[in-house]
């Protein structure tokens, strides 16, 4: 069994180790000359980071992460603390597996260290797909084309194979846009932050940061009203004195993050509707092709890894012949997961950006009553699924 994955992101280089060790051969191009991961933070819940442990990741990511302390919500204006997570000890006490915030490029390098030489091939832009009833042959812009028996489309919001297989899509600009910052943590030790996860509620905004790097950095996205700005690219540049601007009524600390800043990206936020399906025949789409989601659950490259863990297993028990029942399989698993993930995130870009009033009062309230002796338990849909567990169920109960 043959697999070429169509992107070497973090959905691609995942999916390439757990096809890897469910023993199928497996290539993966890259449209990109190197390996490169653009954006600054990322949040790795437990649902994914005991997926990352059990492909033998543990020491790497331990020694490039923060384990942050809390998630916390907090007041735009004075600063006041909403709602409080915890998360360290007491998230790996309840879901046996940590929370972990990461710089993107060093997440992708330790993917990337893992996936054995000669699998991975840059410079390898996909423009064409073609299948028959035995194969499925990947064309790229060079004219080579490869032959395989599965194709997957990890090949990000912009997916050219999604694009071969459905055609164009049309994503909703959500309204919104995301300043996105990287500050040397030095610049900000006078603030005296606590390796958290704050979030910063308000009026049509919102503003999130956190330590990254093995705490080198600290990661901020603002979120703002999009006017007349809507380009979706994450390597956009920013002006500095615009972000200010648009925070300028908000607390002293959320100004001092943005001010110590070099510069800042900005994307425009689009949303998209769950796919009615993921694959055609052989081929089918993982991660952000399959189910781009607004940023709002910071489980964007959490589902793609999970994608990747069941695509696996689905493709493990197939042969030359029965490869499309294995990605309907996979799909059916997987679809009304992320498309649940997908609902959630829409969600709070509301939630979150709610005017002062009786609505915002409502929901501080609401915050600071799911407090409990463990809120996190409130999120065992999310950080406690265990895809793995499900799929052993799954199989038992089948076979």
């Given at each position: 069994?043959?697999?070429?994955?169509?992107?070497?992101?973090?959905?691609?280089?995942?999916?390439?180790?757990?096809?890897?060790?469910?023993?199928?051969?497996?290539?993966?191009?890259?449209?990109?000359?190197?390996?490169?991961?653009?954006?600054?933070g990322i949040q790795i819940s437990p649902n994914a980071t005991r997926l990352l442990h059990r492909l033998g990741l543990t020491d790497p990511l331990r020694q490039v992460a923060v384990r942050p302390q809390a998630l916390q919500m907090r007041r735009w204006e004075d600063g006041k603390v909403l709602s409080r997570q915890p998360l360290a000890d007491v998230c790996e006490a309840t879901f046996g597996a940590p929370y972990y915030h990461l710089y993107r490029p060093d997440l992708l390098a330790v993917l990337a260290s893992a996936v054995p030489d000669g699998i991975v091939q840059l410079s390898h832009r996909c423009v064409g797909v073609q299948q028959s009833e035995s194969g499925v042959a990947v064309t790229c812009e060079d004219g080579m084309t490869v032959s395989a028996d599965v194709v997957v489309g990890a090949d990000g919001i912009h997916s050219a194979v999604r694009a071969l297989l459905f055609g164009p899509e049309s994503p909703h600009f959500s309204g919104s846009i995301a300043y996105r910052g990287l500050v040397p943590a030095e610049r900000l030790e006078h603030l005296q932050m606590e390796r958290n996860s704050s979030a910063w509620l308000g009026p049509d905004r919102h503003f999130v940061h956190y330590y990254v790097g093995a705490g080198?950095?600290?990661?901020?996205?603002?979120?703002?009203?999009?006017?007349?700005?809507?380009?979706?690219?994450?390597?956009?540049?920013?002006?500095?004195?615009?972000?200010?601007?648009?925070?300028?009524?908000?607390?002293?600390?959320?100004?001092?993050?943005?001010?110590?800043?070099?510069?800042?990206?900005?994307?425009?936020?689009?949303?998209?509707?769950?796919?009615?399906?993921?694959?055609?025949?052989?081929?089918t789409l993982l991660g952000d092709a399959a189910h781009a989601m607004l940023p709002f659950m910071a489980q964007g490259a959490v589902q793609s890894i999970e994608d990747a863990v069941v695509l696996a297993k689905c493709l493990e028990g197939a042969d030359h012949t029965s490869v499309p029942t294995a990605l309907r399989r996979y799909e059916e698993m997987r679809k009304p997961r992320a498309s649940q993930v997908q609902a959630y995130a829409r969600r709070n870009g509301t939630v979150f950006h709610l005017p002062d009033g009786e609505a915002q009062r409502q929901r501080d309230a609401q915050l600071a009553a799911a407090g409990g002796s463990n809120p996190l338990l409130a999120s065992s849909w999310l950080y406690g699924h265990d895809v793995e567990a499900e799929l052993s169920a799954d199989w038992h109960g089948t076979t």
């Open positions: 069994m043959r697999v070429i994955i169509v992107g070497a992101g973090i959905g691609g280089l995942t999916a390439a180790l757990t096809l890897l060790r469910s023993g199928l051969e497996v290539q993966v191009f890259e449209q990109a000359a190197e390996l490169r991961e653009v954006g600054a080198r950095f600290v990661n901020f996205v603002g979120v703002v009203p999009g006017k007349d700005w809507h380009v979706e690219s994450w390597s956009a540049k920013g002006e500095v004195a615009d972000a200010l601007a648009e925070f300028a009524t908000w607390h002293p600390q959320v100004q001092q993050i943005i001010g110590a800043v070099d510069f800042t990206n900005r994307w425009g936020l689009y949303d998209r509707d769950p796919l009615d399906r993921w694959s055609v025949g052989r081929v």
